[in-house]
């Protein structure tokens, strides 16, 4: 709720139709403040399409009765000629050049995805429920039993210091690498090479899931392609 508080601070518009939202901050996709035409540079203006994308929200959110009021601003969004636009005016009206707040600007109009999105709103309010929510998602992140990977992952952007016990450490680089590691402290050590994974991610699987808590794993990187060691050492102790 916090994060959505910060967007209707920052995006959101309330038209005498209803409220409407822009893209973002900076959005310079639109008329300029005099509303002469978009001409490579503008004013981002505010979108009937996320009107009907909160809904979603505020369906899902178990809102119902918000989710049909703002399903009625949508409506009201399109005007007389029942054509949803692109985007709207979101300022004082200018008559000279028939904008007017809540109206629709000079973009394109009908936008396809914006009635693509009423079409999908007016079926979830139907049914109840989201109706193009990825089931397996819902499953994966909603359902009782969260399903907890077997693997951490550690990168140069990732640099991971501590990992759950009973978990495989996966090393991932950008090119082959050779993983120069130790469980014990260096008195023993093992070189294992990566493998590619044809995705532009190189990837080694550390068997470290018997580690107990306090233990810990050191390692560093021979990149054979260019014959030099990384000289830095890393560390990741088991939690």
Known sequence: ???VKVIDAMLKVDTPHGPAWHRYQGDGYGEHADGTAFDGTGIGRAWPLLTGERAHYELAAGRARTADQLAQALEALAGDSGLLPEQIWDSADLPERELFL?????????????????LKLCRSLRDGEVFDRPPQ???RYLGKKAVTSRHVIWRFNNKVRTMPARRTLRVETLVKAIVHWSVDGWRTVRDTATDDTTLG???VDLPTIRLRRGDRVDFTFYWPE???WEGTDFIVCVE
Do not use: F, N, Q
């Not at 009908?110 to 009423?118: K, M, S, T």
């Open 137 to 139: 998602t819902a499953r």
């Open 102 to 118: 809540g109206h629709a600007s000079g973009s394109a109009m009908p936008l396809v995805w914006a009635h693509a999105e009423y």
């Open 1 to 3: 709720m916090s994060t």
């Open 226 to 228: 260019v014959d030099r």
């Open 201 to 203: 991610v190189h990837v």
